[in-house]
């Protein structure tokens, strides 16, 4: 996957996620605020990874909504189990990729059709068009809720941060640290489950093959032995990466894209409006189980 995610993909579409960004934000110039989620969060990762794999832009809402229903919980009600043969296998892209794979173009789901690469048996092959439909369900599942969390807590947090707002609005080679620090501050996935493939010794417990293990990535990300005052959000420290991404083998391949999509969403939030809050009385956190933030959140313009 990495080979087809690749930097130079994401920054081919930065004008494309700009024009969209602008296309949400401008038509609230000159109002008294606007629900950010609805409005922008909620719209613009689909969209991008639409652009990625060419999927129709009409039929991009209903792909996002089919991804989030699996990730929604209602409190006291058991968790939904997803639909394996719509949902898992990624079925619900079948007809893109049989309709790409007879009329290829310079997107991620094409690149996926005809990456080559050499497999546990030392076999070089290409995907298979099972493995192409599962790989499509991951870009777009796991691109599409964190993303738009993320959106909404730039928005929060800096309206929260007044003066490392004006720090951002004055110098816009800020963006970068205050997307990385809002991602240590406020991880839009606090936590990931792992299987053990096999025994591990963690700090002198061994936690046998077949277990699961709860990573807590909020936590580790406010370790003060990493870094300094951590309750405190700082866009001006320089203590190394937090884990809001992961870190090795299972780092996120979409890592390059959120930063991306946040920092053209700031950026653009800044070009309008260098000042709002937030309508605290309104605002609604989701209802998901795996990932934190916003279902509601109006911005309050002056």
């Known amino acids: 996957m990495s080979r087809v995610f690749t930097p130079r ?22 109002s008294d605020g606007f629900d950010i989620i609805a409005e922008l969060a909620s719209m613009m990762p689909m969209r991008v990874i639409g652009m990625l794999l060419g999927i129709p832009e009409d039929d ?20 939904k189990v ?13 007809d893109y990729i049989d309709w790409r794979a ?38 777009a599942g796991a691109g599409n809720e964190t993303t738009g969390r993320l959106i909404g807590w730039l928005a929060k947090v800096f ?30 996935g606090p936590h990931v489950a792992r299987w053990m493939a096999k025994d591990f010794q963690c700090y002198g417990t061994t936690v046998p093959a077949g277990s699961a293990m709860l990573l807590l990535f909020g936590a580790a990300n406010r370790d003060p032995r990493r ?6 959000f700082n866009i001006h420290r320089n203590e190394g990466a937090h884990l809001t991404f992961g870190k090795g083998l299972h780092y996120c391949l979409g890592a390059n894209l959120a930063r991306l999509e946040g920092r053209v969403a700031l950026d653009e939030l800044l070009n309008r409006w260098p000042e709002w ?26």
């Not at 994401?10 to 038509?27: G, K, N, S, T, W």
């Not at 290829?104 to 439909?133: I, Q």
């Not at 003066?163 to 839009?188: C, G, H, Y």
């Not at 809050?277 to 990932?291: C, F, G, N, Q, R």
Request: include cysteine.
């Open 102 to 139: 007879k009329n290829p173009s310079d997107d991620l789901m094409t690149a996926l059709l005809n990456v080559e690469f050499e497999d546990e048996n030392g076999v070089t092959r290409k995907l298979t068009r099972d493995e192409v439909l599962r790989y499509t369900q991951v870009v």
């Open 277 to 302: 809050d937030i309508d605290y009385e309104t605002a609604k956190l989701a209802p998901t189980s795996t990932v934190r933030g916003w279902e509601r959140l109006r911005i309050v313009l002056p």
């Open 227 to 232: 870094f300094s005052d951590p309750d405190t």
């Open 9 to 30: 993909r994401m920054a081919a579409i930065e004008d494309q996620i700009r024009r969209f960004c602008v296309r949400c934000l401008d038509p609230h110039v000159g």
């Open 82 to 94: 997803a639909d394996p043969d719509a949902i898992a296998d990624g079925r619900i892209y079948a």
């Open 60 to 79: 991009q809402i209903s792909v996002r909504d089919a991804n989030d229903a699996n990730l929604r919980t209602r409190p006291g009600a058991p968790m």
């Open 159 to 188: 309206a929260e941060h007044p003066d490392q707002r004006r720090d951002v609005l004055e110098d816009r080679s800020l963006l970068t640290r205050a997307v990385d620090e809002t991602l240590r501050f406020e991880p839009t």
